[in-house]
């Protein structure tokens, strides 16, 4: 199986240790051939105007954002996710956003006081206990369109206070921070830089099942 990292800034090393753990290869994508027979792709935390203005000077932007629109698995995570989404608000005008995920996000949405903090989710789909996530200048999910599976979600009852490295929310809000769309997988927070794999294993099992599928039906640039 060959999963790319797309590897121009951000927390590369991190995802590519942590695929290696599970016992994949991945393959670092610097240049616009490195895309070839890609199975899946992640796109990394870091800094998703940074990422966006490299996309650009490096030729991948184009054709990643072919790629993915023809359907190429995809794990974003964090600035990954701002990248794959739709729209990002407070963004750069020019970013750019692969819409391979119908969401809305706001670019570190979390507040200003607060801006990173750890904390353990369930995740609808993953046995055994919480998964621990760290959130560092997260995205915040403003708008979900229909197709997009919601698999965890931050909450808050109203009137809590988030303490020092605790979510910041005291407002009763929900929010989405992992969500699925086909195959496509995104999360505000920072699985690579946890020891808990399970994320990156349910990556890897949507890349083997596109796999399975495309055997039958060969992606195209239509209908994903
Ligand atoms: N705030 C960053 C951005 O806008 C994302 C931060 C992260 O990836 N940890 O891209």
Redesign the pocket.
């Known amino acids: 199986m060959d999963i790319g990292i797309l590897a121009l800034q951000g927390d590369v090393a991190e995802h590519s240790a942590a695929l290696s753990e599970i016992g994949v290869a991945p393959r670092r994508v610097r240049r616009p051939d490195d895309l070839t027979g890609l199975d899946g792709i992640i796109l990394p ?5 940074t990422m966006s203005m490299l996309l650009e000077s490096s030729g991948l932007a184009d054709p990643l954002g072919k790629e993915l629109a023809a359907g190429l698995p995809a794990l974003g995570t ?2 990954g996710m ?1 990248l794959l989404s739709t729209h990002a608000v407070d963004g750069r005008s020019d970013q750019r956003c692969f819409g391979a995920i119908d969401l809305t996000v706001r ?2 949405g979390f507040g200003r006081q607060l801006e990173s903090f750890e904390c353990d989710l369930v995740v609808r789909g993953l046995s055994g206990a919480p998964l621990r996530a760290v959130f ?3 995205p915040l999910v403003e708008a979900s369109g229909p197709a997009v599976e919601v698999l965890a979600t931050l909450e808050q009852p109203a009137g809590a206070h988030g303490g020092v490295g605790e979510a910041p929310f005291g407002d009763g809000r929900v929010v989405p921070v992992l969500c699925r769309q086909g195959a496509v997988l995104v999360a505000a927070f ?1 699985p690579e830089l946890t020891p808990d794999r399970r994320v990156h294993e349910l990556f890897v099992s949507m890349v083997e099942d596109d796999r399975v599928k495309r055997t039958e039906v060969p992606r195209t640039d239509e209908g994903r």
């Open positions: 935390g870091g800094e998703s105007t964090c600035a701002i670019r570190n560092i200048r997260a920072h």
